[in-house]
Nanobody, 126 residues
Framework: QVQLVESGGGLVQTGGSLRLSCALS????????MSWFRQAPGKEREFVSG????????KNADSVKGRFTISRDNAKNTVSLQMNSLKPEDTAVYFC???????????????????WGQGTQVTVSS
């Protein structure tokens, strides 16, 4: 059984930091490109940041460049998202996703991912 479990969400003030983590079980983690998406109320799910299966290639949405950093630990089957300088517009449910087709340059389309976590809420207060 495949599971993606996120952790690390919460409430933070503008300018603060949070670190999200996601653990994959039931599959060989190193075969999968990993990405983070987010979805705010009334909006579509959007790509935030992605990392190739080796960790050698990353991609960030323009809205988070310079503030968010994605990393992975293939020995621990985890991917993390360090979020700094948070803004109220970063408020959303954050989802991690795993995709075999996303193994190289992380795609920003949700259709390229095979497995999804349940999401973790991030709220940034102004």
């Amino acid at each position: 059984q495949v599971q993606l479990v996120e952790s690390g969400g919460g409430l933070v003030q503008t300018g603060g930091s949070l670190r999200l983590s996601c653990a994959l079980s039931g599959r060989t983690f190193s075969r999968y490109g990993m990405s983070w998406f987010r979805q705010a109320p009334g909006k579509e799910r959007e790509f935030v940041s992605g990392i190739s299966r080796s960790g050698g290639s990353t991609k960030n949405a323009d809205s988070v460049k310079g503030r968010f950093t994605i990393s992975r630990d293939n020995a621990k089957n985890t991917v993390s998202l360090q979020m700094n300088s948070l803004k109220p517009e970063d408020t959303a449910v954050y989802f991690c996703a795993a995709g075999v087709r996303a193994s190289d340059t992380p795609p920003s389309s949700t259709s390229q991912y095979d497995y999804w976590g349940q999401g973790t809420q991030v709220t940034v207060s102004s």
